[in-house]
């Protein structure tokens, strides 16, 4: 992230003055998932509310999850009930909110000889994920003898195998995921801005009054007002609320590593295995040609920018995998992408940095600074509801009704969305001249929506050309990222708008003429544009 000067005001103008001449009831700071569920929650509540993020949105943790809405099977290890509970619950409600973005994935348990979960321990716990989920899941789990698992996935290693659970989650697109809750937010009312960083907080008569902030697209520092101040930073909480004089360490962040690598599994579940060296549990998901393979657990001491992945954790990943395949293991030369977040967990003496609870918890300080720290993304409405209630006793409102849970996110208003995708896909691909695939992909990723970016087609129907020769990426999918979805750079558009960047290309041939749109339409400089292709081909360049 880089601070430019001297920017035509065009390009800066994003009314962050008119931002600061207004008081809000509410100034989120964060555009994780968690800032932006909060901020939608207290818009539908009628508040007057400010989200402001300081790189994209969903820049942080929140686009380096392993992209799963999930009970937590594993929590029911740590006897952790009431988690996995909440998180069925949520896995439910998501799917109906968002059904275009949270769909089901099977999942597959290989138990093997010697491994530190026995096949009747795991069928246990199965029947326990069943019986917390309420009936609310896909299908129920079941149990498969070694023939019929390895039938259904050849990549399995059969040696030693003694059954394989079946059971459902859902898997997602968590930065999208995130993104539709900022829209939401500023549909509901709220003001969002990305790339705005908060640098101190304001206080009168010993309560936080707001906060100052840096506009990270050309320095300039200004002042928001709000009666409540709501930090929601994920790994930055302890930097945040020391900028309320709270020094005391709050988080225990752990890093995780997720690697892609050519496809290996051959079926459509998802693998969750157990590591050798250490008995923890990690996913190899099929995302398309690739596989994403994930994720590590590390402690992590730095600072929450420096976060990026170690070839120690690449290691770990590879060689753990490698020894539950019968076909030959996928080598470090092959890794396509890899990315790392920091999971913010409440700090915690556990010895193991994967024995920290996933349970989040509300801070509130002297100056009335609320933070949030710990969770998961699945359960982030939850949050936000709790967080949303927690401000409305602070501004002596009552907090009326939350309504996210039955409200569909953007572009999850499809009604049955299967139905929805069956009828609407070749009608639009007749009327747009697009491959029934091309639409279909355009309806798992915008939903609804799809109507309003095509619509951006009508008046420039060059728009629905490929933006690069061969490319998956239509050339209204970066207008519609810039016009409507608020990207500022070809990152924001290659790797959190759409997943280009975690694909074999890494997008790198779409990057020239996406900077070249993005800076035609936000009237950038051409220096501009050269800056935002160096910085992208040094950071994707390399997997
Ligand atoms: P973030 O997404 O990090 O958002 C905080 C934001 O605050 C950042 O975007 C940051 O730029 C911004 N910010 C920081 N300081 C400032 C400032 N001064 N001014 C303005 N903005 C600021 N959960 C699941 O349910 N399913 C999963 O599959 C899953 N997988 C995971 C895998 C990994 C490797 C990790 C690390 C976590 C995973 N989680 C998963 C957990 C989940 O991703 C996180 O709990 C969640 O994304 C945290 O969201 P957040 O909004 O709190 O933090």
New binding site residues.
């Given amino acids: 992230m880089s601070i430019v000067k001297n920017l035509p005001a065009t390009f800066a103008n994003r009314d962050i003055e008119g931002m600061c001449r207004r008081r809000y009831d509410a100034l989120v ?7 932006a569920g909060i901020a939608r929650d207290l818009a539908l509540r009628g508040l007057r509310v400010a989200l ?4 994209d949105f ?5 686009s ?7 009970g937590g099977v594993r929590y029911l290890e740590h006897l952790d009930f009431h988690l996995v509970f909440e998180s069925c619950r949520e896995r439910s409600i998501l799917q109906k909110i968002a059904p275009h973005l949270v769909r089901p994935l099977p999942f597959f348990i290989p138990v093997y000889r010697d491994d530190p979960r026995s096949l009747l321990t795991i069928r246990a716990g199965m029947a326990l994920y069943d019986l917390l989920a309420l009936l609310r899941n896909t299908r129920h789990h079941s149990i498969l003898n070694p023939a019929e698992a390895v039938r259904r996935e050849p990549a399995l290693q059969q040696e030693g195998l003694k059954g394989v659970a079946l059971y459902w989650d859902c898997r997602m697109d968590d930065a999208r995921l995130c993104l539709e809750n900022v829209l939401a937010a500023r549909e509901a009312g709220a003001e969002t801005r990305n790339y705005l ?2 640098t101190g907080l304001l206080a009168s008569g010993g309560l936080t009054r707001g906060a100052r902030l840096r506009d990270m697209e050309n320095g300039e520092e200004v002042e928001i007002e709000a009666r409540v101040v709501v930090n ?5 909480l302890d ?2 609320c020391a900028l309320d004089g709270d020094e005391e360490k709050k988080l225990r962040p752990t890093r ?1 590593t ?1 690697i892609l690598v050519p496809r290996i599994n051959c079926g459509e579940e998802a693998l969750y295995l157990t590591a050798g060296r250490d008995d923890r549990l990690f996913f190899v998901i099929p995302r398309g040609p690739l596989s994403l393979i ?2 590590t657990d590390v402690d992590f001491r730095g600072g929450a920018d420096e976060v990026g992945p170690t070839e120690e954790d690449v290691g770990y990943l590879l060689s753990e995998t490698a020894r539950h395949l019968r076909r030959e293991p996928p080598k470090r030369s092959e890794v396509v992408a890899s990315f790392a ?4 967990l409440l700090s915690d003496s556990s010895a193991k940095a994967s024995g920290v609870s996933r349970e989040h918890r509300i801070f509130e300080s002297g100056s009335g600074l609320i933070s949030v720290g710990g ?4 359960t982030y409405r939850a949050v936000a509801d709790e967080v949303a209630r927690r401000v409305c006793r602070r501004l002596g409102k009552s907090p009326g009704r939350c309504l996210t849970h039955r409200l569909p996110l953007p572009g999850g208003a499809t009604g049955r969305f299967e139905t929805y995708l069956r009828r609407r896909t070749p009608v639009l691909a007749e009327r747009c001249g697009l491959p029934e695939t091309t639409v279909e992909s355009l309806i798992l990723r915008y939903g609804s929506r799809i109507d309003q970016l095509l619509a951006l087609a009508d008046a420039e129907p060059e728009l629905l050309q490929p933006i690069a020769e061969k490319s998956t990426l239509l050339a209204v999918e970066a207008a519609y990222a810039i016009e409507v979805e608020m990207a500022r750079t070809p990152e924001d558009i290659l790797r959190r708008r759409t997943a280009l960047a975690l694909g074999a290309g890494r997008g790198v041939a779409e990057l020239e003429n996406v900077s070249t749109l993005l800076g035609r339409r936000l009237r950038a400089p051409a220096d501009r544009c050269q800056q935002w292709q160096s910085a992208y081909r040094a950071r994707y360049s390399t997997p």
């Avoid at 969903?58 to 929140?62: E, L, Y």
């Avoid at 969770?375 to 699945?378: C, D, E, F, I, P």
């Fill in positions: 700071i964060g555009g994780g998932i968690n800032g402001v993020e300081k790189g969903a820049s942080g943790t929140s380096a999850s392993t992209k799963l809405i999930h960083q908060v929601a930073t994920g790994p930055w930097e945040v995780g997720h994930g994720t977040g920091l999971r913010p969770g998961k993304y699945t």
